[in-house]
């Protein structure tokens, strides 16, 4: 089994950053890919980012393209998303998810372990 568990979220004023944080524990591999997720009061879960399971390979939300950057430090079993330029519409819990595998993965659907989430709240 897989621990997930996000840190990193709190509130900030539009175009303000923050960097939240997914350590993984328990029975992870070295093929283990990672994504963030987010969902909004009363929507759905949407993708955001995901690197595959060396941090060669990156995927963003076309609504975070360019202000988001997703990273992971493998020593530390941590994935990590820069947000930057932060608008109120990202305002959502985010998530950390994992699996194994060696590609990158855009689909909830695809991940198995999930962290407890973390709220992240931009003030306009």
């Known amino acids: 089994q897989v621990q997930l568990v996000e840190s990193g979220g709190g509130l900030v004023q539009t175009g303000g950053s923050l960097r939240l944080s997914c350590t993984a524990s328990?029975?992870?591999?070295?093929?283990?890919?990672m994504g963030w997720f987010r969902q909004a009061p009363g929507k759905e879960r949407e993708f955001v980012s995901a690197?595959?399971?060396?941090?060669?390979?990156?995927d963003y939300a076309d609504s975070v393209k360019g202000r988001f950057t997703i990273s992971r430090d493998n020593a530390k079993n941590t994935v990590y998303l820069q947000m930057n330029s932060l608008k109120p519409e990202d305002t959502a819990v985010y998530y950390c998810?994992?699996?194994?595998?060696?590609?990158?993965?855009?689909?909830?659907?695809?991940?198995?372990?999930w962290g407890q989430g973390t709220q992240v709240t931009v003030s306009s």
């Open positions: 328990g029975r992870t591999s070295s093929m283990f890919a």
């Open positions: 690197t595959n399971w060396s941090g060669g390979s990156q």
């Open positions: 998810a994992g699996r194994v595998g060696m590609s990158r993965y855009t689909s909830r659907y695809e991940y198995t372990y």
